[in-house]
Nanobody
């Protein structure tokens, strides 16, 4: 009953920038937090950053100083601004919506997006 869609991925050179978007849809009343994850070929999915509905943010060590997560509660959308990209940032980036409250529902929901490809070339 809640769907998440990522967009904004693409190919950039070493040192380039990309801005990813994560839009949640449904009869949404509120979203507790939206997190960004990534998965490179042959590696497990890893956490990148998150933002809560109140604006609190946190980052993985590799993302600090380079990535910035932001959100728009009215649009049920989160963003991930990625600067100074490196080849090792190449991965499929996923968005996860956690603790989603829907109209006329008495429990929380969660959902994963389909992912968007980010490729950084040297």
């Amino acid at each position: 009953q809640v769907e998440v869609v990522e967009s904004g991925g693409g190919s950039v050179q070493d040192g380039g920038s990309l801005r990813l978007s994560c839009a949640a849809s449904g009869t949404i009343v509120s979203i507790g937090a939206m997190g960004w994850y990534r998965q490179a070929p042959g590696k497990q999915r890893e956490w990148v950053a998150y933002i809560t509905s109140s604006g609190a943010t946190n980052y993985a060590v590799f993302a600090k100083g380079r990535f910035t997560v932001s959100g728009d509660n009215d649009k049920n959308t989160a963003y991930l601004q990625m600067n100074s990209l490196k080849p090792e940032d190449t991965a499929v980036y996923y968005c996860h919506a956690a603790n989603v409250r829907l109209k006329n529902r008495d429990r929380s929901y969660e959902a994963w997006g389909q992912g968007t490809q980010v490729t950084v070339s040297s």
